[in-house]
Nanobody
Framework: VQLQASGGGLVQPGESLRLSCAAS????????MRWYRQAPGKQRELVAS???????NYADAVKGRFTISRDNAKNTVYLQMDGLKPEDTAVYYC???????????????WGQGTLVTVSS
């Protein structure tokens, strides 16, 4: 199982980006999916999460600006980021609770990270 994140880049303050994270491999089911970020010199923090049923949760710093969603048919989670600020600059990581075929266990898998830079 692999998670492939994409969509990062350099934008100016106030602009938008959409991150994607696609899971692939021998997947039976995916429960919660999440986006984290890690800014230089800081600890990794949870940005947003979404359950298999679509219930969402956000960090206070991004509420009202970021939207997490998922496409279960594509095993993909998205993060729509609007009104970006310089303090949103970080490497963004996705993760997901995945149950593989022929397994009764759920394992947390991480994507490789995608860099978002917000600067004028």
């Amino acid at each position: 199982v692999q998670l492939q994140a994409s969509g990062g880049g350099l934008v100016q303050p106030g602009e938008s980006l959409r991150l994607s994270c696609a899971a692939s491999g021998s997947i039976f089911s995916i429960n919660d999916m999440r986006w984290y970020r890690q800014a230089p010199g800081k600890q990794r923090e949870l940005v947003a999460s979404i359950t298999g049923g679509g219930r969402t949760n956000y960090a206070d710093a991004v509420k009202g600006r970021f939207t997490i969603s998922r496409d279960n048919a594509k095993n993909t989670v998205y993060l729509q980021m609007d009104g970006l600020k310089p303090e949103d600059t970080a490497v963004y990581y996705c993760n997901a609770d995945i149950r593989r075929h022929y397994s009764t266990r759920t394992t947390v898998y991480w994507g490789q990270g995608t860099l978002v830079t917000v600067s004028s």
